[in-house]
């Protein structure tokens, strides 16, 4: 298993995670496209829901474990920014923890406005990278670790600029909040490993869990607009 197939799913079968989920696939409609669609949790979930539910992702081997966990559903190698569809041909377009990756996110907000039937209502999911808040017997390295993790990402800071991507690129009825997901357990450790810590950082980490002290809180950002007709 790949080591982001293994972040995803520690991070996805969290409670918290899964009603994030949940509050995403209001409004979508009856056919819904999920764009980085990853291994396919959220198709799965919004065909179990009633929906003709599409997922889009540009890793082969992503799509393979999609349609290995999730055979009854509709799944398609392609890129966020030239998608496998006809112009209006969904109701609902959904980026889980996508944005953050791609070199131009305008273009695959445009791509979802191309997609969208008039009406239909997209959602961009995703944490901001700036603002994990960890608890550490070592502060001044969890920043440095942290602002490191950050720097690493193409686009650390696109979540904040959600709302303004779908106002500035055909979208109106534009909402934005905050969700934050906290974790105390020993769930979140392969994420912390992930940002980076290791030794006596991460053995901190991992005696705070199993002394149930650990503390890692993670704001994500969930934006949703109407495409205008
Ligand atoms: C962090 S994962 C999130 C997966 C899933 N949305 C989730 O929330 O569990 C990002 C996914 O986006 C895919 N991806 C990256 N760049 C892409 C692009 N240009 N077009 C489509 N998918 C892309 C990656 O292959 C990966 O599966």
Request: with cysteine; hydrophobic share 45%; glycine share 10%.
């Amino acid at each position: 298993m790949s080591t982001l197939l293994t972040l995803l799913d520690a991070f996805d079968d969290g409670t918290q995670a899964r009603s994030l989920r949940e509050h995403t696939y209001r409004a979508l409609g009856d056919t819904v496209v999920d764009v980085g669609c990853g291994s396919g949790r959220a198709v799965g979930e919004l065909a179990a829901r009633g929906a003709r539910a599409i997922g889009v992702d540009a890793d082969h081997d992503m799509i393979e474990v999609a349609i290995e966990r999730w055979p009854a559903s509709e799944f398609h190698v392609g890129d966020a920014t030239a998608l496998p569809l006809d112009d209006g041909s969904v109701t609902g377009y959904r980026a889980d923890k996508l944005l953050h990756d791609l070199p131009e996110p305008e273009l695959a907000v445009i791509e979802a406005r191309r997609v969208l039937a008039a009406n239909g209502r997209a959602v961009l999911i995703g944490q901001d990278w700036d603002s994990y808040a960890i608890d550490s017997d070592d502060p001044e390295l969890t920043r440095a670790l942290l602002r490191a993790r950050a720097d690493g990402v193409p686009q650390r800071w696109v979540a904040r600029g959600y709302r303004n991507l779908l106002l500035d690129n055909g979208f109106t009825d534009v909402t934005v909040e905050v969700r934050t997901i906290v974790w105390t357990d020993a769930t979140c450790l392969p994420m912390l490993a992930n940002i980076g810590g290791e030794g006596a950082w991460l053995d901190d980490q991992t005696a705070r869990a199993r002394d149930n002290r650990l503390f890692l809180a993670i704001p994500f950002i969930v934006a949703s607009g109407t495409r205008a007709g």
